[in-house]
């Protein structure tokens, strides 16, 4: 959408339909909010019924702290769309500034010049006919198993070791006042409001418990977390009508990729990937998306570089955080000071995003 609205000729394609839900759950921090304000996007999200999230509350044991959400820069709410709901405007919205959408292909290979430098892709669709696609840059933004990344070989900068298990599902009848996280010992839960009067019920256990009690199944794990860490919580959500079934993702250690090289790049989790317990992976993927966009606009090897250095430096700090948080190893005043650095880290990145209204205006663009 960004390339596109900047007049490049942009081809998007992704093997599933418009509009496939993913394994995640899709609380927004300010970050990514202000992305869709700044794109004009926020009111389709806004008119596909998705509540505003006014209000976020931590509960540390028995301490709950409330964090009203200021209006700020043309926020003043948070949302947490479905992913059914965040990824089609985001498409249309692509589509509509001229970008060619094809949904049912996948990237298959990439093609190479005799330097080796990438020249465009092999996209394969699911009738399984194979077409080269000659293209100036290549951008891999397929996920945290990118098949681009892997093609091109991009280096691994830098990994961390924990990795938390979540659970997920879906329930009518709790209340829609603003997201919930709980911590206690060895596990974090909590619940996030989000369209058709749905609520997405969450628990983070550490892998070790989850490898050593999964076959209790998911329902049991999911509701032994929540009576764990909050047994007010885990009645309340007893009380209510459970309307999907529970998902998991085992979990996987947070890393940075090399993400740009010659004629090809990386972004979102293709790139970086951080432990889904700080919930901020779509808003780092909103923000890159349009760091990205900028460099590639401004042109040549340099500006991609500046793009690869300054994503690497502006993210270490919150992967680090996140894989502390990760690490289920906290206590309660530790967890608190995590919560502060992740405050300002989240502060920062909202920073780097109004300088680019800033140096828009002074490009006239
Ligand atoms: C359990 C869980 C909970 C999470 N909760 C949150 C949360 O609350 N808030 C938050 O901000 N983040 C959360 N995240 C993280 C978030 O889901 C990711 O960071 C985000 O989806 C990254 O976006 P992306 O576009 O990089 O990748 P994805 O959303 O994974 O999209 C990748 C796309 O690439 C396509 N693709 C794959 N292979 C190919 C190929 N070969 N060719 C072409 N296309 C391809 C896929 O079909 C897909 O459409 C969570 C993650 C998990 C696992």
Known sequence: MLLARRGLRVLV??????????????????????????WGLLAAIRSAGTPAI?????HYGEEAVEVPIKARDGVDALYAP?????????????VEAGAEVKHGV?????????????????????????IDVAADLVIGADGVRSRVARLVDAPLDYSVTHAATSIYGYWRGLPHDGTH????????VGYIPTNDGETCVFT??????????RLEGLEALHRNALEDVSSELAGGVEAGEQSSQLRAFAGMPGFLRRCVGPGWAL??????????????????????AELLARAVTRGGDDALTEYHTGRSERVRELLDVTDRIASMEWDMDEVKELHLKLSREMKAEV?????????LMAEGL
């Open 82 to 94: 479905r992913r059914t709901v965040l990824d089609p405007v985001l498409v249309d919205a692509a």
């Open 106 to 130: 996948s990237v298959v290979d990439v093609l190479r010049d005799g330097d080796g430098r990438v020249r465009g892709a092999k996209i394969a669709g699911s009738d399984r006919s194979v």
């Open 267 to 288: 972004v979102g989790d293709a790139g970086y990937f951080r432990d889904p317990i700080t919930a901020h992976g779509i808003t780092d993927a909103l923000c890159e």
């Open 204 to 213: 983070l256990i550490s892998k070790d418990r989850f490898e050593s009690d």
């Open 351 to 359: 920073d780097v995003l109004r300088t680019l209204d800033r140096e």
């Open 181 to 188: 996280w709980y911590y206690g010992v060895g596990a974090s």
């Open 13 to 38: 394609v992704d093997p599933l339909k418009r509009g496939s839900d993913t394994l995640s759950t899709h609380a927004l921090m300010r970050g990514a909010v202000l992305q869709l304000h700044r």
């Open 54 to 58: 006014r209000k976020t509350t931590f």
